[in-house]
């Protein structure tokens, strides 16, 4: 009994890295949820890129009126 136990030991403590190892590499499992995380921080980047831009117009035109 105790052999056995110790072989099954042995392969969960052999097959659990492989089988960690070989869902992380797997594309179709993270594929959608980079892409949602990219388009999100995409968006965001856009969004601050407008508001500075905005704001460096309001900027100009108050400076121009005050002239």
Do not use: C, D, T
């Amino acid at each position: 009994m105790g052999v056995r136990l110790e072989v099954f030991r042995m392969m969960l403590y052999l097959s659990f890295p492989v089988a960690m190892f070989w869902i992380s590499n797997q594309a179709e499992y993270f594929e959608e949820y980079i892409v949602k995380r990219k388009r999100k921080e995409l968006e965001g980047f856009k969004e601050r890129m407008r508001v500075r831009k905005e704001q460096r117009i309001l900027k100009e035109i108050s400076v121009e009126s005050e002239n």
